[in-house]
């Protein structure tokens, strides 16, 4: 959900920012830390309101593809771009989701090999004790 994956954002961009960094740009990376660490469940709001059918971490969102691709992008404009810290940001939001992506994927089911595979992954299964219900 939406919440439980801030604080990791947060502590990510805390870890990245550098003493060099100035007040207002060590504030833009703490946001899009947490905004990009949080960001994958935005597709709740579609399976809430449209979808009901698919788990919403078969969407694109939860595709660790998507991150990387977004890294790499980053890596790209950094490497590039006239201004760095726009890619440099970029690259903040691209690893807080892919934070999102292992953090999910300690007992929840992430698509790792999508879209090519649709083979679901994750590091321990939790037994249900209760039925929803019952
Ligand atoms: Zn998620």
């Known amino acids: 959900m939406f919440i439980p994956h801030a604080p990791s ?3 990510l961009a805390k870890a990245i920012i ?3 960094c100035s007040s207002a740009f060590a504030k ?3 946001l ?3 905004v990009g660490a949080v960001i994958p469940d935005i597709d709740m709001v579609y ?3 449209f979808d009901h059918r698919l788990h919403h971490h ?3 969102t939860h595709w660790p593809i998507t991150w990387l691709a977004l890294l790499l992008m980053a890596t790209v404009l950094l490497r590039w771009a006239a ?3 726009a890619a440099f940001l970029l690259a903040v939001f691209a690893l807080g989701g892919m934070l999102h992506m292992l953090l999910d994927s300690v ?3 992430i698509w790792w090999q999508a879209p090519w595979l649709k083979q679901p992954l994750k590091l321990f299964t939790i037994e249900a004790v209760y039925q929803p219900g019952g």
Do not use: E
């Open 9 to 11: 954002g947060y502590l």
């Open 18 to 20: 550098r003493p060099a």
């Open 28 to 30: 833009a990376i703490i």
């Open 32 to 34: 899009v830390g947490v």
């Open 47 to 49: 399976f809430y309101l």
């Open 58 to 60: 078969k969407y694109f």
């Open 83 to 85: 201004t760095k810290k």
């Open 107 to 109: 007992v929840g089911d």
